[in-house]
């Protein structure tokens, strides 16, 4: 299998604080790979360094076949990013916000046209295509920015708290697009608080206080601590941290 994700000993510091420890990981080409950690355990700064944001303190790391220090500009072209707080654009229309970011990616005109026409047909957005997206149901802004994430077709797609806010109903069939993405052999690199969601990925990894506490597909790590769900790994894992950084 391919890897998507290559990294090893991947460190970050600010100054004399180690936000991400000599993290370990390796993602599979169409893999949905789940990235958990309590707030503050360094998932964000390690997302970061993924995607060419942050430069790295040490270690190495590869992304869709590049490496995130060297070659960035290599990485950027061949993922694609949603991030909770901000992905698309409130005072554009949602033709316009798919217009925008095809021209980012490096899309021809006929390609942002066609590509343009498929997301909303599929999206089932056509009477809403001339909306404000902040005048959308939220369910449906979550939806189409990450529709507009895999416009360009990347390798590797990266989703920040996705689901964040939305209803169960909006999150089985966001999770659906992930599947669907996946199957075409994207790679899924996921985070998430809410440890069903966990579940649904083919393997997960759980940061604590910037190292990878563990590692594994959701059987084998609930089996490795001896508990019913993904929800009881991580309480046993972060709560001694949580715990041990109160005193």
Known sequence: MTL??????????????????????DVQQGEVFGFLGANGAGKTTAIKMLIGLLSPSGGTAR???????????????????????????DDLTVRENITLYGGIYGLTDREIRERSDAMIDKL?????????????????????AFSV??????????LDEPTGGVDPITRRQFWEMIYAAAADGTTVFVTTHYMDEAEYCDRLSIM????IAAQGTPVELKSEFGVASIDDVFVQLARPAAAEAGR
Not at 127 to 143: D, E
Not at 208 to 211: E, L, N
Request: no cysteine.
């Open 63 to 89: 992304v869709a076949g590049f490496d995130v220090l060297t070659q960035t500009e290599e990485v950027r072209r061949r993922i694609g990013y949603m991030s909770q707080r901000f992905s698309l654009y």
């Open 149 to 158: 994430a895999m416009l360009h077709r990347p390798s590797v797609v990266f």
């Open 4 to 25: 998507a994700i290559d990294v090893h000993q991947l460190t970050r510091r600010f100054g004399s604080f180690t936000a991400v420890d000599a993290i370990d990981l």
């Open 208 to 211: 604590v206080d910037g190292r």
């Open 124 to 144: 089932g957005l056509a009477s809403s295509a001339k909306r404000l997206v902040r005048t959308i149901p939220l369910g449906w802004k979550q939806k189409l």
